[in-house]
């Protein structure tokens, strides 16, 4: 059974248009054990032109766990389209001290991963109440 537990929101004035920037963060957790850490990030008022983007950082978690057992897997949220792998190599959690790696999109799509990962992202998409506004923006 998968449960979500929301962490924390950050807010920033993006770089571009000055609007703000809003991260939300937390875990994944699976039959009690942490499975994943989630990252989503917009702007608003312009989710339907950059969309969404959502970085899963995934892996063993707890004691005695680090960053060599997980890795990122990131994808972007368009209105139009709905979920896609990207290459999490050009994403921040790709710089993050808590994964050794960033995979490529190659290397999930088509993959056994990728089931878990979209598992993972419709959790996170269907029960973390703060992102309820991405689907609203448009």
Known sequence: MWE???????DLECECCGQRSRTVDGFLHE?????AAYLV??????????????????GRWG???GPDERFVVSLVYHQETGFTVIDAL?????ESSLAARALARKDV????????????????????????EI????
Request: net charge negative.
């Open 4 to 10: 979500l537990e929301p962490g924390e929101t950050h």
């Open 31 to 35: 039959d009690g054990a942490t499975r």
């Open 41 to 58: 990030q917009w702007t608003d008022g312009h989710v339907s032109e950059h969309g969404a983007n959502v970085d899963l950082i995934i």
């Open 63 to 65: 004691e005695g766990a």
């Open 90 to 94: 050009a994403r921040p959690a790709a």
């Open 109 to 132: 799509i088509g993959s056994d991963l990728a089931a878990d990962v979209f598992a993972m992202v419709d959790l996170v998409w269907c029960h973390d109440a703060r992102i309820a």
């Open 135 to 138: 689907a609203e923006a448009g």
